[in-house]
């Protein structure tokens, strides 16, 4: 992305979330972004995803200029390309695990083989929980039915907003490990905001936005050097 600037309303009550942010974000890496509360890291998340619309500046994923599609080409790309998991699980309620799994696959028009959502289920612990609805199941497990979702369609890049910010100690490290194999062995790229340096540790770079600009770039990050830039960060903003 490049040059990229989000302001939110107009006039005097205009508010600059991004403020000229260029970064490349590498295929097949774990990109971690952090920054303090209010810094721009889900409106750069939405931007990169083609969720939202950048005021400035260009977005390209692969080959594609997001900044340059249109809304029904945005939809497209998303649903074959982009898989998202957010802190919020965004689990249909009155779908079984399964059926939400199966959903990317039934919207994109492809036949939902049962044995795929299965091996999906499987693949994130939860092979014998397919018949159950949400409301039945842990947050850690629906963190987990929401993963084998953005993973069924085998999206080039996965986006994740926190998407261990709900969960404990154990779930959290289930769940960074399934996306740490979806780069290592599944050749994806996952793009993620976390506020925990634990979770920012199992990334390959971690960029660190304060006031809608990148601060810092991170490579081979320690829990304990991110957890210290962390806090240099939030004393200064
Ligand atoms: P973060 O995810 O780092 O907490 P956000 O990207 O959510 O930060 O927000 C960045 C800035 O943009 C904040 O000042 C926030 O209040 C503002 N903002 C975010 N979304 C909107 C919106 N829909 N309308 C107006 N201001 C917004
Ligand atoms: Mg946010």
């Given at each position: ?17 991004l403020r ?15 920054g ?11 931007c990169?995803?083609?969720l ?11 080959a ?5 599609m249109s ?12 898989g ?8 249909i309620?009155s ?10 696959l ?26 159950r609805l ?8 629906q ?5 084998a979702?953005a ?6 890049v996965?986006?994740g ?26 050749a ?20 660190f936005?304060?006031?809608g600009?990148?601060?810092d770039?991170i ?6 050097r ?12």
């Amino acid at each position: 992305m490049n040059r990229l600037e989000r302001v939110y309303g107009a006039g005097g009550g205009a508010v600059s979330a991004l403020r000229g942010v260029t970064l490349d974000l590498p295929r097949q890496a774990m990109t971690v972004v952090m920054g303090p509360s209010g810094s721009g890291k889900s409106t750069l998340l939405h931007c990169a995803a083609g969720l939202d619309k950048p005021s400035a500046g260009t977005v390209h994923l692969g080959a594609h200029e997001l900044t340059a599609m249109s809304e029904t080409e945005l939809t497209v790309l998303r649903r074959e390309q982009i898989g998202f998991v957010f802190q919020s699980f965004n689990l249909i309620a009155s779908l079984t695990a399964a059926q939400n799994v199966a959903l990317p696959l039934r919207l994109a028009g492809i036949k939902a083989e049962r044995n795929r959502v299965e091996q999906a289920l499987a693949l994130v612990g939860l092979g014998d929980q397919a018949g159950r609805l949400p409301a039945a199941l842990s947050g850690g497990q629906q963190q987990r039915v929401a993963l084998a979702r953005a993973l069924i369609t085998r999206p080039q890049v996965i986006f994740g907003d926190e998407p261990t910010g709900a969960l404990d100690t154990s779930n959290a490290r289930r769940v960074l490990e399934l996306l740490r194999r979806a780069v290592d062995e599944w050749a994806q790229t996952v793009i993620m905001v976390t506020h925990d340096p634990v979770a920012a540790s199992f990334a390959d770079s971690v960029v660190f936005l304060a006031d809608g600009q990148v601060a810092d770039i991170i490579t081979a990050p320690t829990a304990d050097r991110v957890a210290k830039r962390m806090t240099e960060l939030e004393r200064v903003s």
